[in-house]
């Protein structure tokens, strides 16, 4: 085999490799359905005998570089602002910013907020919050190290522009 059959074949075989493939999910239990890489994680979803009205579901990379955690509730029974206090795992979530982002380009518009967990200051989070017309309440985290969640930014992005409340 020449060089350039060779390279050919190595850039054929990276580009396969980079190329992320999508299985559909949809939660019931939480109203909602996404997009998520068929190689993570699915922990289904959960809620606690303390507050069985908020439920939660979570999602990891199987390289661990990157986890998803999803907090839901219908809006008569808890708020906006309740949900996004709830602890993801005993980790509590600050920001010092009083910035907030909106997306603009998803079915369910959200905002958007970057910061870190109090317990572990050097991982990046990124927490979406939103209502949806279906009357729920979602707060979406993601997490990882940040080159982890810069380099995956379209992934996450496709997850975000996936999400859609059914009824």
Not at 59 to 75: E, K, W
Not at 158 to 163: D, E, G, K, N, R
Request: charged share 15%.
């Amino acid at each position: 085999m020449n060089f350039i059959t060779v390279l050919a074949l190595l850039l054929l075989s990276t580009a396969l490799q980079a190329q992320t493939t999508f299985k559909k999910l949809e939660q019931q239990p939480i109203a909602l359905k996404y997009k998520i890489p068929t190689n993570w994680y699915i922990g289904g979803v959960q809620s606690t005998r303390q507050q069985p009205t908020i439920k939660s579901a979570m999602n990891v990379a199987t390289d661990y570089s990157l986890s998803m955690y999803i907090v839901a509730a219908p809006s008569t029974s808890h708020s906006l602002p309740q949900l996004q206090a709830v602890e993801v795992g005993g980790y509590t979530f600050v920001h010092k910013s009083t910035t907030i982002d909106t997306t603009k380009d998803t079915p369910i518009e959200f905002q958007q907020v970057i910061a870190h967990w109090e317990q572990e200051p050097q991982t990046m989070v990124l927490r979406f919050s939103a209502t949806t017309a279906t009357n729920w309440h979602y707060v979406v985290y993601f997490w990882g190290e940040p080159q982890a969640i810069m380099d995956n930014g379209k992934l996450l992005d496709t997850i975000l522009q996936s999400m859609q409340s059914v009824p």
